[in-house]
C-alpha cells in the first residue's frame, strides 16, 4: 500500500504559479498529477516514471508546468506557472507500482490516489 498525501493548493491570480507538493508512503514505479474541474472528467496533466525521471505533459499545460520527483524525500511535485483560469480545477496525485505496462496518464493505470489539493485561478 502507498499513501499520498498532498499540499500546496490555493487561490491565485492569472499569470501566479503554485507549486504541489505529494509525500509518498513507500516505493512507486511512476507517479501522476491529475485535475478535475466540477462537471468534466478526470484529466492527466503530466507524468514521470520514478527511477529514469522521464516526464510527459498534456498539451495544455506543456511549457507552464514541471513535474519533478525528490526521491530522497519521497516527495513529487508540480510546478505551476503561468496559471490561467481554465486551471482551476481539484488536483490529485496518483502513484502506481506495477512495472507492467506504459506509464500514462490514464486513470486506470494508478492505484493509488491522494485525498486532492484545490487550485483556484481568478483572472
Known amino acids: 500500500q502507498v499513501q499520498l498525501v498532498e499540499s500546496g493548493g490555493g487561490s491565485v491570480q492569472a499569470g501566479g504559479s503554485l507549486r504541489l507538493s505529494c509525500v509518498a508512503s513507500g516505493y512507486t514505479y511512476c507517479m501522476a498529477w491529475f485535475r478535475q474541474a466540477p462537471g468534466k472528467e478526470r484529466e492527466g496533466v503530466a507524468r514521470?516514471?520514478?527511477?529514469?525521471?522521464?516526464?510527459y505533459y498534456a498539451d495544455s499545460v506543456k511549457g507552464r508546468f514541471t513535474i519533478s520527483q525528490d526521491n530522497a524525500k519521497n516527495t513529487l511535485y508540480l510546478q505551476m506557472n503561468s496559471l490561467k483560469p481554465e486551471d482551476s480545477a481539484m488536483y490529485y496525485c496518483a502513484a502506481a507500482r506495477s512495472i507492467y505496462g506504459p506509464c500514462n496518464t490514464s486513470p486506470n493505470r494508478y492505484n493509488y490516489w491522494g485525498q486532492g489539493t484545490q487550485v483556484t485561478v481568478s483572472s
Open positions: 514521470i516514471y520514478s527511477g529514469s525521471g522521464s516526464t
